[in-house]
């Protein structure tokens, strides 16, 4: 499996667009990527999944450059309610593979 | 639609003693995870499920933590006997494989081993 690296923790004020970069040099061809989103007290969230190139769904966007060794998660207008613990995760199309969660990245939105 | 429901939501055990948790995936779901959290990492794959049968037990303590998934569908992960660094949230979580990589996650059982 991949492994991913990702910032421990990243700051943001309400209102801003918040971008979190993700790096997974050895991709593999099958490999989707993913994100999860984790609130204190709770188990993770699917957030957003993609291949290559744009994926955008009502919550979040995500970048994902032609040579797939990076990606990035953007967030926009983040609210206090975004402040959570956000995951990058790489799997294969499989559908029921592994995944492997590192430490993640804490977002702290402040007012 | 439902989501997972996991119980109990809190343990307090001291170690040496026994402890186990169940959980009820999303209704279809042919696959089922068990996760450990510990404080300030992420979740961490004890075994996977597919149907009743294991795919993933590669990082089970099998000397001391056992599951099964009783005709496919509910799943208990059982700790026998307990030790202080198992003290962490334990999450199940199921897919149905309709999307990569898209697991929903339970609200997990947060265990104190004393």
């Known amino acids: 499996l991949a492994k991913t690296t990702q910032p421990i923790s990243m700051d943001s004020y309400e209102g801003q667009e918040v971008n979190i970069t993700c790096s997974h040099n050895?991709?593999?061809?099958?490999?989707?990527i993913t994100w999860y989103q984790q609130f204190p007290s709770q188990g993770p969230r699917f957030i957003i999944q993609?291949?290559?190139t744009k994926v955008t769904n009502e919550v979040a966007s995500l970048f994902i450059p032609a040579d797939r060794k990076s990606s990035t998660l953007s967030l926009p207008r983040v609210s206090l309610s975004d402040t959570a613990v956000y995951y990058c995760?790489?799997?294969?199309?499989?559908?029921?593979?592994?995944?492997?969660f590192g430490k993640g990245t804490m977002l702290l939105v402040s007012p | 639609e439902a989501g997972v429901a996991q119980s109990p939501r809190y343990k307090i055990i001291e170690k040496r003693q026994s402890v186990a948790f169940w959980c009820n995936p999303i209704?279809?779901?042919?696959?089922l995870y068990w996760y450990q959290q510990i404080l300030g990492q992420g979740p961490k794959l004890l075994i996977q499920?597919?149907?009743?049968?294991?795919?993933?037990d590669s990082q089970l303590p099998k000397d001391r933590f056992s599951a099964e998934r009783l005709k496919g569908v509910d799943s208990t992960l059982k700790i026998q006997p307990a030790k202080l660094e198992d003290s962490a949230v334990y999450l199940c979580?199921?897919?149905?494989?309709?999307?990569?990589?898209?697991?929903?996650f339970g609200p997990g059982t947060r265990l104190t081993v004393l």
């Open positions: 979580a199921s897919s149905s494989g309709q999307t990569y990589n898209e697991q929903f």
């Open positions: 050895n991709i593999a061809t099958n490999d989707y």
């Open positions: 993609g291949y290559k």
């Open positions: 995760l790489v799997g294969d199309s499989l559908g029921y593979s592994t995944l492997t």
């Open positions: 209704s279809g779901h042919a696959t």
């Open positions: 499920f597919q149907n009743n049968g294991v795919v993933d």
